[in-house]
């Protein structure tokens, strides 16, 4: 029996050592793959690599250990359970790609978060693809050729999108782009540069700043800056060399009403600087920040965290790291098997869900931007303005969500701007002095030098110009408020369209001439108002000495032949009907048939005595008097115009040679019958339209022919003109204050009559624009009266056929009571 009992105890204990042993061996196997079981519960390695004395390390480390937290809480039942492994980076890249290699060969980690110091991504990307272990980082962008490799901040091409669309809802043409000498700041450069040009904006001048720059360095590089006009700034560095940065800026006075400064993403923490002196320096700064939008769980979160600030306490970058542990817990979850690097890809990938940080997902190596906030630093804080989206563009922010609208920009009453002023900055100024003039091009014309005569001095290299465009450019500018130093640079060969091209390139700033507005240019240039008239007219030779002139309206033979036989057919209507009364003196032969001939044509009634033949008279009266004013009219118009010939030497019509001219003669004024031919002188067209002459008619600007009138006015004249040209105006770079300042000159000049003055000082000869019509009238034509006509026999025929009608009834009476009465007697 005690035997027994003995074996008992003996197999009991054999028993109690083989499951210790085999526990013991699961022990050892499972902490060489790091994953140990206790409790049923399979712990997962996740590796953290942050600068834990940095602000943005300490709040994305907290946000980590919350998420893994909060999850758990809420999935009891899981059998999986992440373990970070945490590596302090001290914000230096190769200790941050040690820790990497680390995490990666002696921790055995399954997922790495982090670093959010900028790496090489290449070699980020290489460790990732290697080990099969997907890394998310703040800092390095991915690339499809490396899918373990995440970018977990905002594409960099999302960010240029945002400031091109804020830059162009300004209309601002010219931007200065300040960024940080690494390689995030050329990786950014390369999308806003892209997408710049699709706005047609420019980057006018790019400076490179180091991390380390000394003061001197910094004060340096913004007095360079401030000489250019330009002055919409963006800043693309970290916050701490921006706050120096900004500060110098301030006191250099660039930091003052009409500059604009866009803080980028990396940027944008500087409005929450707490130095009192950033903070006054950096008043009216706009910053693009990662938008978050509101929820119950962001909500709820924060209440936990004591926050009730989005802005102040928690950065974006760790509300997207509590986020990403979420996606991975669930996907670590769906895995289940331990070190299975491409599933454990597949299943991140497939995450959907919403998270703090709003749509959460994983795409092309990113997350899913939800967009942008604007933010406008105003007194000692921030206040969002508006937000940019990829689907909406730029969106004004307002007080209630369903009010909510798209807006061009985001409104002069949204943005508090550097200075305090609430008017958007022009986007430039200009900046002039003694030693640095502006550029104006003008051309040395050889002809048509009444708008520009250029003359240069060789020997003293200086040029100097006359004419009225030079007048109206004169008094424009010594009218404006502040002096603006000039010369002029004189080009002897080319076209306005070069010196457009030289100011659109910044060789020149501006443009003094007789160049028209045209919308080919306007593509690059700023036009300032128009100085002259519009339109492109018609110029022909007067003919003189004809006696027989007054009779050209009455030279359409149809006209007359209609008007012949409506009055014969008058004089028979009337002579008809005048002879069914007896009483009439037709009747008893006073009046002859040819008699009524004259009373028809002089309009006269007073032999008539029946009323269907006063109708008959009154309907002719009214053509007559049409007919009498339609000739007056032509007649007028002819005494205008004063008889210009035209199309009476085979059909040759000219224009301005070496301009645009050709074009719109042809297709605009409806010459594309005619020969065409160049002329480049006034004293061209004098002699084209003389009797001499090969043209038949001058087609060019209403300007040049006003000039041309005013020393050729007695034997030439403008038939026509239509207003299909803009006008002559002067030239200025694109967002050039310059271009408004002087259009509002010429406004002025236009009003005041000093304008009127200058042109009556070059045109000498006042001249009125005629009817815009394209053609004068030289005759009464059937076409126009022809309906008259009509109406008048119509009416005649009517009346005289009732007349007849009502005779054959009376008589046909008269018959019948003869015929009763002689029956009855």
């Known amino acids: 029996m005690v035997h027994i009992e003995h074996n008992q105890i003996s197999l009991f204990l054999l028993i109690l050592s083989c499951f210790l042993n085999h526990a013991l061996c699961a022990h050892s196997i499972s902490s060489q793959n790091q994953n140990i079981n206790i409790n049923n519960d399979i712990l997962i390695g996740v590796g953290i690599i942050l600068d834990m004395e940095s602000p943005m390390g300490k709040a994305i480390h907290s946000c980590i250990t919350m998420a893994i937290s909060d999850f758990y809480a809420l999935r009891h039942s899981y059998k999986t359970r992440i373990v970070i492994h945490t590596r302090d980076s001290e914000g230096d890249p190769d200790k941050a790609l040690s820790a990497v290699y680390n995490l990666l060969k002696k921790a055995k980690v399954q997922a790495i978060i982090g670093p959010e110091t900028h790496l090489q991504s290449k070699l980020l990307s ?6 099969k272990v997907p890394i998310f980082s703040f800092a390095s962008p991915s690339s499809r050729e490396h899918p373990y490799l995440f970018q977990i901040k905002q594409d960099e091409s999302s960010m240029a999108k945002s400031i091109a669309a804020l830059v162009k809802s300004y209309n601002w043409m010219d931007v200065i782009f300040v960024h940080e000498d690494t390689d995030d700041g050329m990786e950014i450069l390369r999308y806003l540069a892209e997408s710049f040009q699709d706005k047609n904006i420019r980057i006018s001048y790019r400076c490179t700043i180091s991390a380390s720059a000394t003061h001197d360095e910094i004060t340096k590089e913004l007095r360079k800056i401030k000489t250019f006009h330009t002055t919409v700034i963006i800043l693309h ?59 119950d769980r962001l909500h709820d979160f924060f209440h936990r965290k004591n926050s009730t600030s989005v802005t102040k306490e928690v950065p974006v970058p760790a509300l ?6 979420w996606a991975l817990a669930e996907s670590v979850e769906k895995v289940g098997v331990p070190h299975n690097g491409s599933m454990l890809l597949h299943e991140a990938l497939k995450i959907r869900f919403k998270g703090i940080s709003g749509d959460f997902q994983l795409s092309e190596g990113k997350v899913i931007s939800n967009g942008y906030e604007i933010m406008n630093a105003v007194d000692n804080g921030e206040r969002r303005v508006g937000y940019w989206t990829h689907s909406q563009g730029i969106r004004r922010a307002r007080p209630h969500i369903k009010s909510d609208r798209l807006y061009p920009s985001l409104g002069s009453e949204a943005v508090v701007w550097p200075g305090g002023s609430t008017t958007a900055p022009k986007g430039w100024v200009f900046r002039a002095t003694s030693s640095k003039r502006l550029k104006i091009g003008v051309l040395k014309i050889k002809n048509f030098k009444y708008f520009m005569d250029v003359d240069h001095n060789v020997e003293t290299n200086v040029t100097t110009a006359t004419g009225f465009s030079v007048d109206v450019f004169n008094t424009c500018i010594r009218a404006l408020p502040y002096e603006v130093p000039y010369t002029f640079i004189s080009f002897d060969n080319g076209t306005y369209d070069d010196l457009v091209q030289k100011v659109y390139n910044e060789e020149i700033d501006a443009v003094v001439g007789d160049s028209t507005i045209l919308a080919n240019r306007s593509e690059f240039v700023d036009f300032t108002a128009t100085y002259t008239d519009l339109g492109v007219g018609t110029l022909a030779r007067i003919k003189k000495k004809d006696i027989w002139f007054c009779l050209k309206p009455l030279m359409n033979i149809r006209i007359w032949l209609t008007a012949i036989g409506c009055v014969i057919l008058n004089a028979f209507i009337v002579w008809g009907i005048e002879r069914m009364d007896p009483d009439s003196e037709v009747s008893r032969g006073i009046v002859s048939w040819a008699s009524f001939l004259l009373i028809i044509l002089f309009a006269q009634k007073e032999k008539l005595s029946r009323n269907p033949s006063k109708i008959v008279m009154f309907v002719w009266f009214i053509v007559v008097f049409v007919l009498f004013t339609g000739y007056t009219a032509v007649f007028t118009s002819l005494l205008t115009v004063e008889q210009f010939e035209s199309a009476s030497k085979g059909g040759l019509v000219g224009f301005h040679g070496g301009d645009f001219m050709k074009g719109v ?28 002459g090969d043209a038949d008619a001058i087609v060019d600007e209403i300007p040049y022919i006003k000039m041309f009138l005013s020393r050729y006015s007695g034997d030439y004249g403008l038939v026509s003109y239509r207003p299909i040209t803009a006008g002559f105006a002067f030239i200025f770079q694109k967002g050039s204050p310059l271009a408004e300042d002087v259009s509002r000159e010429i406004a002025r000049i236009r009003l005041d009559g000093t304008l009127e003055s200058l042109e009556n000082k070059w045109y000498e000869n006042r001249l009125s624009l005629p009817s815009r019509n394209s053609t004068i009238p030289h005759a009464l034509t059937l076409d126009k009266f022809g309906g008259l006509f009509i109406i008048s026999a119509g009416t005649s025929t009517m009346i005289f056929i009732f007349s007849l009608c009502y005779l054959i009834r009376t008589r046909f009476v008269l018959s019948l009571h003869s015929l009763i009465n002689m029956v009855s007697g």
Do not use: C
Request: no cysteine; aromatic share 14%; hydrophobic share 40%.
């Open 320 to 325: 997207w790291a509590y986020d990403i542990i």
């Open 237 to 295: 560095v970290s916050p701490s060399l921006a706050s120096s940065l900004i500060i110098n800026a301030k006191m250099l006075g660039m930091v003052s009403e009409g500059y604009a400064w866009i803080l980028t993403e990396k940027t944008v923490d500087l409005l929450r600087s707490t130095n009192f002196t950033v903070i006054e320096s950096s008043q009216g700064a706009l910053g693009f920040r990662s938008y978050v939008p509101q929820s």
């Open 126 to 131: 290489l460790s990732a693809n290697k080990a």
């Open 665 to 692: 003669t042809v297709n605009n004024l409806h010459f594309e019958n005619w020969k065409h031919s160049p002329f480049y002188s006034y004293e061209a067209y004098a002699h084209a339209l003389s009797k001499d």
